[in-house]
């Protein structure tokens, strides 16, 4: 989760990084530091359904916004800085 985390932050900094994908990296940050949900955590079964959905989609759809080859560099990247330790 970290790495991706890193990613994340390389492609928000990247200025070949589109817009919409900036935008939705800046929607999932604020998601995940609010301190409340869409659905409250205290019901069972959904409450944490939201958190599990929500942030997946929204990564998911900035990463599937960046130009193949942006993204093929910074995994590249990532991958490289993983195998340094």
């Known amino acids: 989760m970290k790495a991706y985390a890193g990613l994340c932050r390389a492609l928000y900094a ?6 919409a994908s ?6 999932a940050a604020g998601y995940a530091l609010l ?8 019901l069972p079964g959904i409450g944490h359904l939201d958190d599990a959905v929500i942030l997946p ?11 193949e080859a942006v993204r093929r560099e910074h ?6 800085e993983l195998a340094r330790g």
Do not use: H, K, S, Y
Request: hydrophobic fraction near 55%; proline fraction near 14%.
């Open 35 to 42: 301190p409340f949900d869409l659905i409250p955590d205290f």
């Open 14 to 19: 990247d200025p070949r990084t589109p817009r």
């Open 22 to 27: 900036r935008a939705l990296l800046w929607l």
């Open 57 to 67: 989609a929204l990564i998911l759809g900035a990463l599937w916004l960046v130009p």
């Open 75 to 80: 995994l590249q990247r990532m991958e490289l």
